[in-house]
């Protein structure tokens, strides 16, 4: 996840704007093919399914939109249980509470709400049910966007959701299989969905997830979009424009998508889901959040569409590293209590670190602009006087103590991580002389550590450095991420055959090193372009 740039992709500084998405484009009637185009083959449904019903209700003159979610619950066994069911406090990929059971009303069954008890803020316990399923409802007013993404928003033709703010879970059975229907408005389009396509015995669309996880990751846009796509490597990708559409087509922003997927495929050896979907959310709220198969980014209209490249590919590296390479913290999620790692800098700042390769691989920045923003990011980390109390490390473990979902005490673990991405790469390139770097870590990672295996134990991103270069990476390792020394950053360069230049308290700027060996450019060739 990453906050929307507010000028340009290189301005990592600014908060977003948060401007009101205003009413679109309306669609052809295309749409719904291409929709349902971009979803799997159909899978078919265990009796055993938990059945979600998800109807928005659009807004008027007179009132804000409203959505209603109904879930149908198998009852297991012969004597009647009481279900507990929890609003999650958190969404993955945001590190900052924000309570989604504030915006749940009415919550009842079809014998009413008196008999549900509250025991605490986030559960609605549900008195043992003789009949089987059990049904509960309950409706959403439209939430707050967090820093990353919007959560439930609800307008008179369309409407967005984030699902870990939309759906309850039934306590102690995420691991279930579940279906959602979805009742779509008249005269609206959709829905457009991240999950698979279900068999449904009604007439609403339906889409399968294997567990809540699943569920709740998955983006919900209904009503009217702009859609474009392509096809890659024999899978399916769609970009979803919807908002303050008018005067823009999907085009250049799939072109985008198209050159940097193409470059994560190179850099990652091949593509990690079933099909992949860009919600583009044009003068939305917040900035820009990852999912399993897909995002969704916050943009203005009248930002150029290159400006999303370094932007988009952020979120896109995410695919592998958060989604699929991931702290054990990180899944699977309690969705009552926070996550804690000492690893999101890796998360994070890793991950705008390769963003940058892929924009310069996908031809989006050219070697100049890289070298120029790796610059502004030194020089940006040499001004935060934060950098010489609170290691990379602290920064992780504490940034749900921030409320900004970026850092603590002012260390940011985008920035910190980016700069210990680049010496990390380029001290493994320089070791192995230019055959193994951050590539191949995190190949190495993805190999050990993708679903359905275990996430990474909390030292096991150092292991994999010493892995991949040798007992002299751990110590190297711990300089960077456990103390508040300053980063090698010169030496690594060197080892690129370039020199950074300033004084430690203006502007950095990298060059060319004339006096620099010729193994160094295969080192630089390597970095930069890839072997």
Same mark, same amino acid.
């Given at each position: 996840?990453?906050? &929307? #740039? @507010? +000028?340009?992709?290189?301005?990592?500084?600014? =908060?977003?704007?948060? /401007? %009101?998405?205003?009413?679109?484009?309306?669609?052809?009637?295309?749409?719904?093919?291409?929709?349902?185009?971009?979803?799997?083959?159909?899978?078919?449904?265990?009796?055993?399914?938990?059945?979600?019903?998800?109807?928005? &209700? #659009? @807004? +008027?003159?007179?009132?804000?939109?409203?959505? =209603?979610?109904?879930? /149908? %619950?198998?009852?297991?066994?012969?004597?009647?249980?009481?279900?507990?069911?929890?609003?999650?406090?958190?969404?993955?990929?945001?590190?900052?509470?924000?309570n989604h059971a504030r915006y749940v009303r009415r919550v009842r069954t079809a014998e009413g709400s008196d008999a549900i008890q509250r025991p605490d803020p986030h559960t609605w316990v549900i008195p043992a049910h003789p009949s089987a399923p059990c049904t509960v409802e309950y409706e959403l007013v439209n939430a707050p966007p967090g820093v990353f993404t919007e959560n439930v928003d609800v307008r008179s033709r369309r409407a967005f959701y984030n699902g870990a703010a939309t759906f309850m879970y039934v306590d102690g059975r995420k691991d279930e299989p579940a279906v959602l229907s979805i009742t779509v408005p008249r005269g609206?389009?959709?829905?457009?969905?991240?999950?698979?396509?279900?068999?449904?015995?009604?007439e609403a669309p339906a889409f399968a997830a294997a567990d809540y996880d699943e569920l709740a990751d998955a983006p919900i846009l209904v009503g009217e979009a702009n859609v474009g796509s392509f096809d890659l490597g024999g899978k399916s990708h769609t970009v979803a424009m919807f908002g303050q559409t008018r005067g823009t087509?999907?085009?250049?922003?799939?072109?985008?998508?198209?050159?940097?997927a193409r470059a994560a495929q190179a850099y990652m050896g091949s593509l990690p889901y079933p099909s992949y979907t860009l919600f583009l959310d044009m003068g939305g709220r917040g900035g820009g959040l990852e999912h399993a198969n897909g995002a969704r980014i916050a943009w203005q209209p009248w930002m150029d569409s290159r400006q999303l490249g370094r932007f988009l590919a952020h979120e896109y590296f995410h695919l592998w590293n958060v989604k699929r390479i991931r702290p054990e913290a990180l899944g699977p999620f309690d969705y009552q209590k926070p996550p804690r790692t000492r690893n999101l800098w890796f998360c994070e700042g890793v991950t705008e670190y390769v963003a940058g390769l892929l924009a310069l691989r996908a031809g989006i920045l050219d070697e100049r602009t890289y070298l120029n923003d790796l610059a502004r990011s030194i020089t940006t980390l040499a001004n935060t006087p934060a950098r010489k109390r609170i290691t990379a490390e602290e920064a992780s473990l504490r940034i749900w103590e921030d409320g900004r979902s970026t850092g603590y005490?002012?260390?940011?673990?985008?920035?910190?991580?980016?700069?210990?991405?680049?010496?990390?790469?380029?001290?493994?390139?320089?070791?192995t002389d230019g055959r193994f770097g951050m590539r191949e870590l995190m190949r190495d990672l993805m190999e050990r550590h993708a679903p359905p295996r275990p996430g990474y134990p909390e030292d096991g991103l150092r292991q994999a450095v010493v892995r991949a270069g040798g007992p002299s990476m751990g110590p190297y390792y711990d300089r960077l991420c456990r103390t508040t020394d300053e980063l090698p950053i010169a030496e690594a360069l060197r080892?690129?055959?370039l020199r950074l230049t300033g004084d430690g308290y203006g502007d950095y700027g990298i060059s060319a090193d004339p006096e620099a060996a010729p193994s160094t450019r295969r080192v630089r060739e390597s970095w930069l372009y890839g072997r």
């Open positions: 996840m990453r906050r &929307i #740039p @507010a +000028t340009s992709c290189l301005d990592r500084n600014r =908060r977003p704007q948060r /401007s %009101v998405a205003a009413a679109t484009l309306c669609v052809a009637a295309i749409l719904v093919t291409a929709a349902c185009a971009v979803q799997p083959p159909s899978v078919a449904l265990r009796t055993s399914t938990i059945r979600y019903t998800l109807e928005p &209700i #659009p @807004a +008027t003159a007179d009132r804000e939109g409203l959505t =209603r979610v109904r879930i /149908s %619950v198998p009852v297991s066994g012969e004597a009647p249980t009481a279900l507990r069911l929890r609003m999650p406090v958190w969404t993955p990929g945001e590190y900052r509470v924000q609206w389009t959709g829905p457009i969905t991240t999950l698979r396509a279900a068999a449904s015995a009604t087509t999907p085009a250049p922003y799939v072109a985008t998508l198209q050159s940097v005490g002012g260390l940011s673990v985008y920035l910190k991580g980016e700069m210990i991405g680049l010496c990390l790469d380029l001290e493994l390139l320089r070791i080892a690129a055959g």
